[in-house]
């Protein structure tokens, strides 16, 4: 072979390797819903990225921008709809205004725990109904890691009876803000990274954030002392909200790849806040004596409970797909919860 031959066959090969190089490499951005300290949210995302670009071996990489970076934490579902970010992380109940269907996929009141609702995603045809809820909007959403059992929320004053709710101003997203609003409560839905300052400045006099592991680092304590248990999200799940027209472009390897990182990612952070959350706990009472850990009283419970079905009822006339929805996760919580009391709260409780 001559020379020239050679340099030209050399030539192309190398062009040949550019091209491919090219066209594998994939840069995508991903939008959050939280700030860069809302550890260990935000750290989902981040380590979804780095596995992402780990089993790549770099070649499709995804640059995490906080809420402290696009400056519009509640416009992540429109961005990645718009195509001007691939991928979100944020929470699907925070949508309910653009269509009350997608609120049940983050975690609904007196409903199914984190294990009970990742089983019903992925066997009980939860996935499913996610995917028919966003296809309109030509989005895909995955499971985004799960907060388990959420506190009821900080007060500045003890709730004794209902009437204590009454003109109450408080944030609290969600199935669990409409039944707030229906008991006499101001509801607003104010962002993760404005809470502290809105709580101290008196534009709120409550708010229920997440759980002890996050809580006490935003320091509501100083301000609402009275911590109240959970009942409106015992499994609340984020989201990734990816834009479908972006993702069909990936090739089949890069899919497989940010489907796994995404799972990976979202098991992480349930079992970092499960860890943060006991950590939290166990210290809180040395540490912060002044916190007043306290539960709804029955009374009010029952009333909530009362709340919760009806607006359940009115939504489920308004919207069959909505009903669809909540039918399939209460009929999987039906099969799933004699489970959890025999395999989980019965052994707490040493029967």
Not at 105 to 123: H, L, Q
Not at 262 to 276: G, K, Q
């Amino acid at each position: 072979m001559n020379r020239g031959k050679k340099v030209a066959l050399c030539a192309l090969a190398i062009l040949s390797t550019l091209s491919l190089q090219a066209g594998d490499r994939v840069k995508w951005k991903i939008a959050t819903t939280w700030g860069s300290a809302a550890a260990p949210i935000i750290t989902a995302t981040e380590n979804m990225a780095k596995y992402v670009e780990q089993m790549s071996g770099g070649e499709f990489t995804i640059r995490v921008d906080s809420a402290n970076k696009h400056k519009a934490p509640m416009g992540v579902f429109d961005m990645v709809k718009g195509g001007q970010y691939q991928m979100g992380h944020t929470t699907s109940y925070f949508w309910k205004g653009k269509d009350i269907n997608l609120m049940p996929f983050t975690t609904m009141p007196f409903g199914m725990t984190a294990p009970e609702r990742m089983a019903w995603m992925d066997f009980g045809g939860g996935m499913a109904l996610m995917e028919k809820a966003y296809a309109k909007y030509g989005m895909l959403a995955f499971e985004g890691g799960n907060t388990g059992n959420q506190m009821g929320g900080w007060f500045k004053k003890e709730i004794k009876t209902a009437e204590d709710l009454k003109g109450l101003r408080m944030r609290i997203p969600g199935f669990a803000g409409e039944i707030m609003s229906e008991l006499g409560v101001a509801v607003t839905n104010i962002p993760p990274g404005e809470l502290y300052t809105s709580l101290d400045r008196g534009t709120i006099d409550a708010l229920e954030w997440v759980g002890p592991g996050m809580d006490i680092k935003m320091g509501f304590h100083k301000i609402a002392p009275y911590y109240y248990t959970g009942w409106h999200e015992p499994g609340a799940e984020a989201e990734y909200l990816v834009n479908k027209k972006a993702y069909d472009k990936l090739s089949d390897t890069h899919k497989e790849i940010l489907r796994n990182a995404m799972r990976l990612s979202a098991y992480r952070m349930y079992i970092e806040f499960y860890h943060e959350n006991a950590l939290a706990w166990a210290s809180m009472k040395e540490k912060y004596p002044n916190i007043k850990v306290k539960t709804f009283p029955k009374p009010i419970m029952d009333q909530m409970r009362k709340v919760n079905d009806a607006l359940v009822a009115k939504y489920s006339t308004q919207s069959p797909f909505f009903k669809e929805i909540v039918d399939s996760q209460r009929a999987y919580m039906k099969k799933a919860r004699d489970w959890t009391i025999i395999s989980d709260l019965d052994y707490i409780q040493g029967k």
